[in-house]
């Protein structure tokens, strides 16, 4: 089964931006993969930010971006506010109907 | 509105077996899938399967696939998964996300825990 790596942690200034990543231990992470992107507070279910790579739902923030970056997916946090932190999860799709999540980055605003 | 509510907590002993219920409500249930994740104590998010919305086609993750069994109830909108033989490293929140190629609703989560 793939293996996907994110992070452990990360630390924004408040207003800042900073980029999360996602990687697959099969190579470079691509569209065909699907990339989605969750936000869980604690004691808080996982709440769905971004799928298909970079598609918004729509309660997500515009400050949240998804892209591809280097073979792997990115998420972008733009405007980075207090509420931001947070763990963040990426979830990538396999073939054969397989979906693995990545280990999650602690985003600490400071 | 749109909503995915889950049975509650439970306690079980090794090696019994436990069900989670959960019930969907302001969409049509037979168009989308529904995904199943476990969150272990500090831990993070695991998928465990998915069901399909209409003609129940399953997948499972390789970890648990001798141990769940994942339904449903077109009827009653409501989704079910069946974890057997359980071990105390079962012991986890487990949740239903509505899955459309994508996740975007999910459920409160159902915590199971596992202990003699």
């Known amino acids: 089964q793939a293996v996907v790596t994110q992070e452990p942690s990360l630390t924004v200034s408040p207003g800042g931006t900073v980029t999360l990543t996602c990687a697959s231990s099969?190579?470079?992470?691509?569209?065909?993969?699907?990339p989605n992107w969750f936000q869980q507070k604690p004691g808080q279910a996982p709440s769905a930010l971004i799928y298909?790579?970079?598609k918004r739902h729509s309660w997500t923030p515009a400050r949240f971006s998804g892209s591809l970056l280097g073979g792997k997916a990115a998420l972008t946090l733009s405007s980075v506010q207090p509420e931001d932190e947070a763990e963040y999860y990426c979830?990538?799709?396999?073939?054969?109907?397989?979906?693995?999540f990545g280990g999650g980055t602690k985003l600490t605003v400071l | 509105q749109v909503h995915l509510v889950q049975s509650g907590p439970e306690v079980k002993q090794p090696g019994a077996s436990v069900n989670v219920s959960c019930k969907a409500s302001g969409y049509t249930f037979t168009t989308y899938g529904v995904s199943w994740v476990r969150q272990a104590p500090g831990q993070g998010l695991e998928w465990l399967g998915w069901?399909?919305?209409?003609?129940?086609?399953?997948n499972y993750a390789q970890k648990v696939q001798d141990r769940i069994t994942l339904t449903s109830d077109t009827s009653t909108t409501t989704a079910f998964m069946e974890l057997r033989g359980l071990k105390s490293d079962d012991t986890a929140i487990y949740y239903c996300v509505r899955d459309r190629g994508y996740f975007d609703l999910w459920g409160q989560g159902t915590l199971i825990s596992v202990s003699s």
């Open positions: 298909s790579t970079s």
């Open positions: 979830l990538l799709y396999y073939g054969g109907g397989q979906v693995v």
């Open positions: 099969t190579g470079a992470v691509t569209s065909g993969n699907y």
């Open positions: 069901i399909s919305g209409s003609f129940g086609n399953t």
